[in-house]
């Protein structure tokens, strides 16, 4: 069974920052890519930012230069550093880990949390 823990969503005005976790427990062997997405009303999940075992990155274009993504592999954690945050960046906000666990080769999502950036 493995568990992924989000935290540091919330509400902020625009122009402020969040810095979101996100911890994967449980009976891991490796994890390889590990990423964050985001869903808002009405529209469809997509890719904000991923990171490589290795520490190698891609981040929406839209994103570029506001969003930081990074990783501690030590303690399976992945994070997005959001800064200069928008209107438009209002979403529900979950992280993807990728890799071996018991199970074998397998995906995992977090449950989501809310960033909400009033204008």
């Known amino acids: 069974q493995v568990q992924l823990v989000e935290s540091g969503g919330g509400l902020v005005q625009a122009g402020g920052s969040l810095r979101l976790s996100c911890v994967a427990s449980?009976?891991?062997?490796?994890?390889?890519?590990m990423a964050w997405y985001r869903q808002a009303p009405g529209k469809q999940r997509e890719l904000v930012a991923v990171i490589t075992s290795g520490g190698s990155t891609n981040v929406k274009e839209s994103v570029k230069g506001r969003f930081t993504i990074s990783r501690d592999n030590a303690k399976n954690t992945v994070y997005l550093q959001m800064n200069s945050l928008k209107p438009e960046d209002t979403a529900v906000y979950y992280c993807?880990?990728?890799?071996?666990?018991?199970?074998?080769?397998?995906?995992?999502w977090g449950q989501g949390t809310q960033v909400t950036v009033s204008s």
């Open positions: 449980g009976s891991i062997f490796s994890i390889n890519d």
């Open positions: 993807k880990v990728e890799g071996y666990f018991r199970v074998g080769w397998s995906v995992y």
